[in-house]
Structure formats: structure tokens, C-alpha cells
């Protein structure tokens, strides 16, 4: 029976797949052939074939932290048919390369565990306020202005440094300088933590054993965009002995102008000596119309594998369903696709199984206004309209009134043009508060905490939620400005307060406009039933009943290429291994277009414009037109509703954490409040303390369960590595540190005779609860001591905060650990325990099987809950005195009655 499950109703091809777990193997998998399946069901079969081999031995790379929670659902549904348990997977690593580097490094090398990983808007801020030290004035590039182009030049140079000595002087400078900085604010950028990675490798030999021992199968998805860095990491992590299986199809490698090689999947059998070679060539997703048009246009590339794509879709292909459509001008395109929307839409298909796929974004809000016209829900993504909202524009009034730039006028003006019932009392009052902070008189840091001011102003002014949709949008855009302020001040806290507030203002200026998208479409836990609008870029691996290709003429897809000044103007060519994959060319359009192609199950419409600036027809266009299935548009057509493709039914994958949870069970509405709309908490100057002790005792924990003494020395070799507060003033740390020092000694005087009852120590655990719906975190401790007489378990959880341990021992946080627990060892723990680090004191509870089964219904009516954005208020005196967002939550009516 189990062998059946594993190969139950796969191809030939795809159980050849599924069956080589004996040698390395490259995998040539074809738009929809089922390969996250096959991954699956091959990365069970090792598990269930080799006993030897163990879920913390195996590594996925996926390209994107999305592909990566499907892959990980798949795989405890199927180890749980299979293998009838799941246990030990929460130590199986899926995820980013990325991810994967920067979790290796923190857990086998202290010196990297205060260290945190900078995003792309992290980083421009970093440039802009470092710039004068790190290597930007070298190259002669401008704050702000050129801010970009110095982290892509920058980034190049970090994957490929192994020819830095072809590099002039001044570039070497101002690369070390970039990380000498980083490295000393314990920052890495995402390419830094793949330089640190293979350096690490290939120098330090106690950490490459670590490695070797860890790693025994590596499977990497997507394996044609890996570029220079990250193909040297999975050459070594083979050279240390693991079994590897790449995954991809060169016809999709579509992020070249990133760096990505798509030489690296070309030749990687012969570089490899790879003797197992799959194509999986069978498109399950797509009609044998779209893959018709797919493939007529990818064969008119000349760099490509041989393999020729066929259809196994059950959907069948009907005369009308792919079609063509020129027209006079662009609104007219626009119309067409409209009119098709609402015509798809009246037979069944659901908005949400419908996109409108660009080339490039400037003709997505054109488009979108047709859709309204037309009252076609839709969601247009990575168009980042925020700050020119009508309520942002009032929440930049805030600082920039601050800063100078305007008056309490223009403020007042702003935010009574927002859509809201303001009380005009209250936001005069409000302002009136505002005028009393001067900046200009400010000296020390801590005085202007910008997250403060705005939560401050924003509780003056009484914006509360009143069950209109359009308050909801306003606390959605401003839940989202709360997190441009969180980014900002995540660099620049320390910042004196006259440089930090102008620095602010310049950020939302010259730089936030580009990168943040209207609250509501970035909420990740609920989506309405709408047209996607978005690049073919952010359509990867995705899939749609049906797509709309729109714009198909010359200099637009395919695209023109871009002047100004560019990373050319700043390094040389000769400097970069295969510098002409940043450029892109005609071949790489080409497998853009046939991305864009194979998104559709079944419907496909592409269009173009006549009239317009450029006239010229697309050879896409013309290509697509080969196929014999590629038809005119004719307007009569009608589209049969009983053949319609397989539609979504699954429920958005939704991942939650222990504190996600514990927020939830104190308050569903402080949840929405902070993850919905995203408020943020303001900074302290304090913050990290609880991380860095809980860090120190980790790694005494895992000492001792290594045997490894703990002496004076090692613990202040450790302070030394771990404990990092980033906001502190030098009196401030040098006070908390003397704290930490108290809490350790009296942790370790306490617990040294019972060190050899630890377990496990900061042991990652993943709860898989089907549906969708995953909770991971971490266990501080587990414990195996004797009580009379008998072994019993105890999981044990560090706190650093004041809360009183009784109050905290019977949180739900605790049985989700018990919980968890139990899917990682099979076993139930004993009891659960509270162990507060600066008092000492502990609580402890029995675990019994109605904790471990409560709190599993209870996170699966939480995740329904949040699913369908039911997520009532918990008041009382007792919850609401002590909320950090009770300003958004209560009238002053209600603030009188509970706080």
C-alpha cells in the first residue's frame, strides 16, 4: 500500500524520479510536469528507503520562501501517508538558500549570532546612512540618487569576489569598506551571508565537518537562477559528500539581469559527471492549446536543452479558448480585456483565477481603471501607491511639520481630507500636542522616538475602526506607514534627533514612495476574489484558469533596453564572469513570454495596440501565431462552462509562530491590529536584551549537552560573541550587561548539578496541522529529570520579561511547545515549565493528552478565524490596561471604561 502512495498516479518519468535516491541527478522539469510532487514523494522515499539517513539531513533549496511552505506542506502530508509520523521534520531544512546559509552560520558559529540579515529597503537605508563609510564616495556615487545602483554594484562584486584582483583600487576599497561596516553593525546583506557561507567552508574545518556530517541529500529547485555564489556553495556542499538532485527548466530562467546563470543548468551534467538525467516533459496544468503556443515560441530559441513539451492536462482544449486581438488604441486593448473578464467570469471563473500579466508595470494602472469602470475587483501587484494616499500624505504631515516643511495648516488640512469622521476638536488637539516637541532642542537620540510621536498623534486624533471598508483601508495604509517608520528607525534609532528627523523626511522623499505597496494588498493571510494585475516576473510559479498577455509590440515585450547610468559606468565588464547575462537579450525575452504562456490552464488572450508609440508588432506576437490554436478573436465565441479547468480549492497556506498565537489568544483584534495592519511596537533603546540572554543560555545548554565544562572562561568568551544591544548608550549596556552577568552566574551556580538532565536546547519545532495551516518557533530547553523514581520530561521556557510566572505558565505558548514536542520525538512531555532568568522564579504544570489535543482544535479555530478576518475584540480592564495598541482599538469612551 505504501509503495502505491508514493508512485500512485505518476508518469513513468516522474517514478524514475521519485526512485533515484542513489545518485545524483538533474531533473529537467517543464511548466506544470508535477515537479513539487516529485520532490516530495523522492525526498519520502529516501527517508522511508534509508534508515540511515535522518530529516536533518536533508536540504531543499526553494527560490522563494512561498515555494518553500508548499513544498513543506506536501511533504508532512505525504510523510505522514507514508511513514505514518512526521517525526524529526521540523529539523529538515526547506527554504531559500539564503535561509539556509544564515541558519548554519548562527547555529554552529557564535560569533555570527547577534547578527541580523538586512532586506533590500534595510539596506538602501544602511548606504544612505553609512555612506560616507562605506565606499561610496570612492566611487564617486550620489546619497540617495545613486543609492541603488551602489547595493547592485556591490551585490555583483559579493558573488563573484573571487576575481577581485582584477578589480581596480578604488573598487577594492570601497568593497571592503561596505563590509567592514556591515560587519561591525553585525549586518550581513543577502549576498554577504553567501560569501560568509562558502568562505567558512572552504577555511574552517570543524564547521565544514559540521556541515559534511549535516547534509547528506541536497535537493535545489530553480537550480537555472542560481548565479556564481550560490552554484559555488552547491559544488562544495557535494564536494563534503551529499548526494545531489537539481531541479529546473532552462526555458524559464528569467532573472539573469539578477545575476542568475543559466550556463550553471546547461552544463551541469557534464561539470557534474551526472549520469541520471529526467526529463520530465509532460505539462499537466495546460491545455494542449497552451502548451501548442508554448511551444511554436520557446523553440525559436537556439541555447536551450532538447526536449519537446506535450500536454497531459484532463482540461479539454477548445476553438476560442487561445486567441489574438489587435486593436486601434491601447483603451481599446483594455476594454477587450475586460469585456472577457466579465465574460469568464459569468460562466464560473472565479476573479481570483484570472491575471493580467506585464512586461513592465507602467501600463498596470491604465489597465486598472478600465477593470473599475467595468466593476472588476482587482489587485494590482508591486505597484507601490502608499504615500500617495490620502491618509499617508497626512502621516508624513507629522514629520514633515517637524522637519520645517510645512505648517500646522497644511497638517490640519491633511488630515481632514482623509476619509474618516474626525472630530475637528480632537486633531487640533492633537496638533497643539505635536507643537510642543522641538526638535532643535533635542540632544540625545532617545528624546525622538518617531515609531512614539506617531502612535502619540494617532491616539489623540481617536481613529478607531467603525465598520465602514473605508476605515478599514485608512488602518490598513496607516498600520503600513507605522512599518516605513519601523524600517527606517531599525537603521537610524541612534541617529542624533535634528539628522534623524530630516534623514526621515529625505527616506520618504527620495526613496519609500518605490518600495511599499497600499496596506490591504500586502496582507498576507487574506486575499479577496480579484484580477491579479502583475509582472511576469512576479507570476512565477503561479498558475491561472486564465492570463491576459497585454502590449505585445516591439521595445515593450520585448522590452527595450534601459539607459542611464548603469553598473557598467561604475566597475568594468571583464571584472564579472559572463557580464553579458546582466543585459539581457531577445532569447532572454523569449522564455519571459513563455513564463508568461504556461501560467494558463486554459484561456489565453494576448493584445495589442496599434496606435502607440511604438507601432511595431511584437515577434512574439507573430511566433505565437504559429501555432495552430492561436486564433483571431472572434466576439460570438462562447465559452462552454462544463469544461472548465480544475480550480483552486485549497485554502491559503497560512504560517503562524508561538507569539503570532499567544497575541491571538489574549486579544484576536491586537493580532489584526499588529499583523493585519501592521503597527508596529515603538523602539527602545533596551531591545535585545531578552534575545541575548536567552542566546547566552542556549549556549551553555548545548555545552553542556556536549560535555563541554562550563568554566568562567567560557562564559565570558560567550558574552563576548553573543550579547549585542544595538540601541544602547554605552552607559545603558555596560548597565545591562552587569544584569545579564548576574542572571548567568546565578543560572549556571543553580543548575550546575543538573546540566546532565538537558536534552535539547533551542530546539526548532514545526506543527503541521493539514488544511494548510503550519506554527513553527523554537523550545528553549527539555529537561529529563527523575521524580520519584521515574524519568520524567520537562519542557522548560525561558522569560526575561516582568510577567509573573503563574500568569505565563498558563498562556497557551506553553502547550504549543508540548505540542510541538510531541511531533518532533513522538513523545509526551511530562510537564511544562516557566523559568524566569532575573528572578528565578518557576512554575510548573502537568501535561496531560486533553492539553496536547485542546490546543490543537483551539490553533485550528484560530487559523479559521483569521482566514475569514473574524477577529473580535477581547475587552476587559485587565487586557486593555495593559494593550500597546489599545489608542487604535478603543473610543475615549471605552479607554475610560478599561484602562
Known amino acids: ?171 577594492q576599497t570601497a568593497f571592503e569598506k561596505y563590509k567592514k561596516k556591515l560587519y561591525a553593525e553585525k549586518y550581513f546583506d543577502y549576498s554577504l551571508i553567501l560569501r560568509e557561507m562558502v568562505q567558512q567552508l572552504e577555511s574552517n574545518l570543524v564547521f565544514q565537518g559540521i556541515i559534511a556530517e549535516r547534509v547528506k541529500y541536497l535537493t535545489v529547485d530553480e537550480y537555472q537562477d542560481t548565479n556564481p555564489v550560490q552554484e559555488k556553495l552547491v559544488r562544495l556542499l557535494k564536494d563534503l559528500g551529499a548526494n545531489i538532485c537539481v531541479v529546473g527548466d532552462d526555458d524559464q530562467t528569467i532573472y539573469q539581469f539578477r545575476g542568475s546563470d543559466s550556463n550553471n543548468i546547461l552544463t551541469f551534467m557534464q561539470r557534474y559527471n551526472i549520469q541520471k538525467y529526467i526529463v520530465l516533459d509532460t505539462d499537466y496544468r495546460s491545455t494542449s492549446g497552451i502548451v501548442s503556443v508554448a511551444q511554436n515560441v520557446i523553440l525559436n530559441n537556439s541555447h536551450r536543452l532538447p526536449k519537446k513539451m506535450e500536454s497531459g492536462c484532463s482540461t479539454v482544449y477548445d476553438d476560442g479558448d487561445i486567441v489574438f486581438k489587435e486593436t486601434m488604441l491601447p483603451e481599446d ?116 522616538n518617531l515609531q512614539q510621536i506617531y502612535h502619540d498623534f494617532l491616539k489623540g486624533i481617536s481613529l478607531v475602526e467603525d465598520g465602514r471598508p473605508e476605515t478599514e483601508i485608512i488602518l490598513y495604509n496607516l498600520g503600513k506607514f507605522s512599518q516605513v517608520i519601523g524600517d527606517y528607525e531599525v537603521i537610524n534609532f541612534t541617529l ?105 490552464k486554459k484561456y489565453l488572450f494576448i493584445s495589442r495596440a496599434k496606435e502607440t508609440r511604438d507601432k511595431t508588432i511584437s515577434t512574439f506576437f507573430v511566433e505565437a501565431q504559429d501555432s495552430p490554436c492561436m486564433l483571431p478573436y472572434d466576439r460570438s465565441v462562447v465559452y462552454d462552462p462544463k469544461h472548465l479547468p480544475e480550480l483552486r480549492q485549497s485554502k491559503m497556506p497560512l504560517t503562524l509562530n508561538f507569539s503570532l498565537l499567544q497575541d491571538y489568544f489574549e486579544c484576536p483584534y491586537r493580532f489584526k491590529l499588529s499583523m493585519f495592519y501592521g503597527f508596529q511596537q515603538p523602539f527602545s533603546e533596551l531591545m535585545g536584551y531578552g534575545n541575548a540572554l536567552h542566546d547566552i543560555v542556549r549556549n551553555i545548554n548545548l555545552a553542556a549537552i556536549n560535555g563541554t565544562p562550563i568554566t568562567d ?39 550546575a548539578d543538573r546540566f546532565s538532565e538537558i536534552r535539547l536546547a533551542e530546539s526548532q519545532i514545526e506543527i503541521d496541522l493539514g488544511d494548510g495551516v503550519t506554527v513553527n518557533g523554537r523550545i528553549d530547553m527539555v529537561r529529563e529529570e527523575t521524580v520519584d523514581g521515574q524519568p520524567k520530561t520537562v519542557i522548560v521556557d525561558f522569560k526575561t520579561a516582568n510577567k509573573r510566572v503563574l500568569e505565563a505558565i498558563n498562556s497557551q505558548q506553553l502547550k504549543i511547545y508540548a505540542l510541538g514536542y510531541q511531533r518532533l520525538t513522538g513523545a509526551t512531555a511530562n510537564f511544562m515549565e516557566i523559568y524566569h532568568l532575573d528572578s528565578e522564579n518557576t512554575a510548573r504544570e502537568p501535561v496531560t493528552d486533553a492539553t496536547i489535543a485542546g490546543v490543537e482544535t483551539e490553533i485550528k479555530q484560530a487559523a479559521d478565524s483569521i482566514r475569514r478576518n473574524n ?13 500597546r495598541l489599545g489608542h487604535l482599538c478603543l473610543s475615549k469612551t471605552e479607554q475610560r471604561k478599561y484602562t
Open 1 to 171: 500500500m505504501q509503495e502505491n502512495i508514493l508512485t500512485h498516479k505518476l508518469s513513468d518519468k516522474q517514478i524514475e524520479a521519485v526512485n533515484a535516491i542513489d545518485e545524483d541527478v538533474e531533473i529537467i522539469a517543464c511548466a506544470g510536469a508535477g515537479k513539487t510532487g516529485v520532490v516530495t514523494r523522492r525526498i519520502i522515499n529516501i527517508l522511508k528507503s534509508k534508515p540511515e539517513v535522518h530529516p536533518e539531513n536533508i536540504v531543499a533549496f526553494t527560490f522563494t520562501k512561498k515555494a518553500a511552505e508548499e513544498l513543506k506542506s506536501r511533504i508532512y502530508s505525504m510523510g505522514q501517508a507514508v511513514l505514518g509520523n512526521t517525526q524529526g521534520f521540523a529539523n529538515m531544512y526547506i527554504g531559500t538558500i539564503h535561509g539556509f546559509c544564515l541558519q548554519m552560520l548562527q547555529e554552529f558559529l557564535p560569533e555570527f549570532q547577534s547578527f541580523s540579515v538586512l532586506d533590500e529597503i534595510h539596506t538602501k537605508l544602511f548606504v544612505e546612512r553609512y555612506y560616507e563609510d562605506i565606499g561610496m564616495t570612492d566611487l564617486e556615487l550620489q546619497k540617495y540618487t545613486e543609492t541603488d545602483l551602489f547595493v547592485r554594484v556591490m551585490s555583483m562584486l559579493n558573488e563573484n569576489w573571487y576575481d577581485s584582483d582584477k578589480w581596480s583600487k578604488e573598487v
Open 333 to 448: 486593448e483594455y476594454e477587450f480585456i475586460a469585456e472577457n473578464i466579465d465574460k469568464l467570469h459569468d460562466i464560473g471563473v472565479p476573479y481570483s483565477e484570472m491575471a493580467i500579466l506585464l512586461r513592465k508595470r507602467k501600463i498596470g494602472p491604465d489597465i486598472a481603471e478600465t477593470l473599475s469602470s467595468h466593476n472588476i475587483p482587482f489587485i494590482i501587484e508591486g505597484v507601490n501607491e502608499l504615500l500617495y494616499t490620502p491618509e499617508c500624505k497626512a502621516a508624513k504631515g507629522i514629520f514633515e511639520y517637524l522637519n520645517g516643511d510645512i505648517d500646522s495648516t497644511e497638517l490640519f488640512k491633511r488630515w481632514l481630507a482623509v476619509d474618516y469622521p474626525f472630530n475637528k476638536k480632537e486633531v487640533a488637539d492633537a496638533l497643539q500636542m505635536l507643537m510642543t516637541t522641538d526638535v532643535a532642542k533635542m540632544k540625545y537620540y532617545t528624546e525622538l
Open 496 to 600: 542624533k534627533p535634528k539628522s534623524k528627523i530630516y534623514g526621515f523626511c529625505a527616506f520618504l522623499k527620495y526613496t519609500a514612495g518605490d518600495y511599499y505597496p497600499e496596506g490591504y494588498l500586502d496582507n498576507s493571510y487574506t486575499k479577496p476574489d480579484a484580477v491579479s494585475i502583475m509582472t511576469v516576473h512576479q507570476s512565477k510559479g503561479l498558475e491561472y484558469a486564465a492570463v491576459f498577455i497585454p502590449g505585445l509590440n516591439k521595445n515593450y515585450f520585448p522590452a527595450q533596453r534601459v539607459g542611464g547610468k548603469g553598473v557598467w559606468h561604475v566597475i568594468q565588464r571583464n571584472w564579472i564572469t559572463g557580464s553579458s547575462r546582466f543585459d539581457g537579450n531577445l532569447e532572454d525575452e523569449r522564455k519571459l513570454f513563455y513564463v508568461a504562456v504556461t501560467r494558463a
Open 713 to 751: 572562561d567560557f562564559i565570558k568568551q560567550t558574552f563576548d560573541q553573543v550579547f549585542y544591544l544595538p540601541y544602547a548608550k554605552q552607559v545603558q549596556f555596560e548597565r545591562m550587561l552587569e544584569s545579564a552577568k548576574r542572571s548567568i552566574k546565578k543560572y549556571v551556580e543553580h543548575n
Open 871 to 883: 477577529l473580535p475584540r477581547r475587552c476587559s480592564k485587565e487586557n486593555c490596561s495593559k494593550c
